[in-house]
């Protein structure tokens, strides 16, 4: 079985997108499948990159020729020139790797150019929808909902999963979307997020380096490892703060990361008087983050109720139960797909500070309940949320479409 991936961006970038792509590669080849991968123009600026090939990690990949012209500069047409681009590779690349399935992965270009090239050379296609773009762009501020930049998004990622042979989405709560959109259910197969649990072991103590470092020995650490999005809901987090620590005056919350609500967030932490109670990392090397992850005894994940965090589900609890820490998430339903309210985790209203703070006292004063809470959430990644079982789920799609030939 050959399959010819093609991907927005890839490693050596770092983002949930990237990781994710890696290990269905990684197992998919276990499995005995021949990959192999293209990525649009979109990866090009960010990774420094413009065509050729490029081998990471093992893997080679195929770029795409940034398009230049009055139309790559020209807004909407220039998604178009994106398109166009990824297409005209596609061209040079399948007489030659001749593969059985084409399978692209959201945004919704890279469906469209799959689409197209798919016509001109009898192939089937796969579309895999791992977020609405139209919805992280309002988040990102990028866009309005019901905006026409919105619409358009929308509809052409609707044109594309209906014109798709098979269509993959991470979640149910995407499913859900797409059959409202009139799709046939049996159209569509979810192959959720998972863990690689051989790079996420249990975690058995803190990093004492570390520990003393930061001044978190003898500390109850709430803790967030990520982007810092405003979506995530981290000013909530902070805000809760005072309430727990008149409570646990030993508390304390580490914030290993960066982004677009860093310098909100530092401001919001001088305003309520929180120095040295709430303590930035900055990012830190990927090598290095599993030290990050055994300071923390409760992750808290306080996303906003949206669209974007209402269907999807993120990868980060995932990782934080793998490794045998104890997870407390908004009830939004990408967090309600993953986390067992009271059994793997703690649920509480989203956009709620008191609702955090309350949860958050009580999961870190009921430490007789941790390591059952610790054991629940390493065994449900182990049995239900392994790279292994997430990746077998490809292979009915692609001997339907293979077979039918």
């Not at 990237?18 to 600026?45: C, D, M, V, Y």
């Not at 230049?68 to 061209?91: D, F, I, K, M, S």
């Not at 929808?129 to 609707?158: K, M, N, P």
């Not at 490892?225 to 000013?235: D, V």
Request: aromatic share 6%; with cysteine; hydrophobic share 40%.
């Amino acid at each position: 079985m050959k399959i010819l991936h093609i991907l927005d961006h890839s490693i050596p970038l770092h983002s949930g997108y990237t990781f994710r792509t890696r290990s269905i590669l990684e197992q998919q080849r276990a499995r005995g499948w021949e990959t192999f991968h293209l990525t649009s123009p979109k990866h090009n600026l960010a990774a420094g990159v413009d065509g050729g090939e490029e081998m990471v990690d093992g893997l080679t990949f195929h770029r795409s020729r940034t398009p230049h012209g009055l139309t790559a500069r020209l807004p909407v047409l220039n998604q178009w020139a994106v398109v166009q681009a990824t297409l005209a590779r596609l061209r040079e690349l399948l007489p030659q790797i001749r593969p059985d399935v084409l399978h692209a992965h959201s945004p919704s270009l890279n469906g469209e150019a799959a689409i197209r090239a798919a016509r001109e050379f009898d192939i089937p296609v796969v579309y895999e929808i791992r977020a609405f773009w139209e919805d992280a762009a309002v988040d990102h501020g990028t866009s309005r909902e019901g905006g026409l930049r919105y619409r358009l998004t929308r509809a052409l990622e609707t044109g594309v999963v209906r014109r798709a042979d098979a269509v993959t989405t991470i979640c149910e709560g995407l499913r859900g979307d797409l059959i409202a959109r009139g799709v046939p259910a049996d159209k569509i197969t979810v192959i959720p997020n998972a863990v690689d649990i051989e790079r996420f072991p249990l975690l058995e103590g803190r990093d004492p380096v570390l520990e003393r470092e930061l001044g978190l020995k003898g500390k109850a650490v709430l803790g967030f490892i990520g982007s810092f999005y405003a979506y995530e809901g981290l000013p909530l987090l902070v805000r809760a703060m005072p309430a727990i620590l008149r409570a646990q005056p030993d508390a304390r919350l580490l914030l290993v990361g960066g982004g677009p609500q860093e310098a909100e967030l530092r401001a919001l932490v001088a305003e309520l008087g929180l120095e040295g109670k709430v303590i930035f990392t900055g990012r830190v090397p990927h090598d290095e983050v599993s030290a990050y992850y055994s300071l923390v005894d409760v992750f808290a994940y306080p996303r906003l109720s949206m669209r974007l965090t209402d269907l999807v589900t993120p990868l980060k609890p995932l990782e934080a139960m793998a490794q045998g820490r104890l997870v407390l998430a908004s009830d939004v339903g990408g967090h309600r797909e993953l986390i067992d309210d009271g059994r793997t985790g703690v649920l509480f209203p989203a956009g709620s500070v008191e609702g955090l703070a309350s949860a958050a006292l009580e999961l870190l004063q009921a430490r007789d309940r941790w390591e059952e809470f610790r054991q629940a959430g390493r065994r449900f990644v182990e049995t239900e949320r392994n790279w292994a079982a997430s990746v077998a789920r490809y292979a009915p799609v692609y001997e339907s479409l293979t077979s039918s030939r």
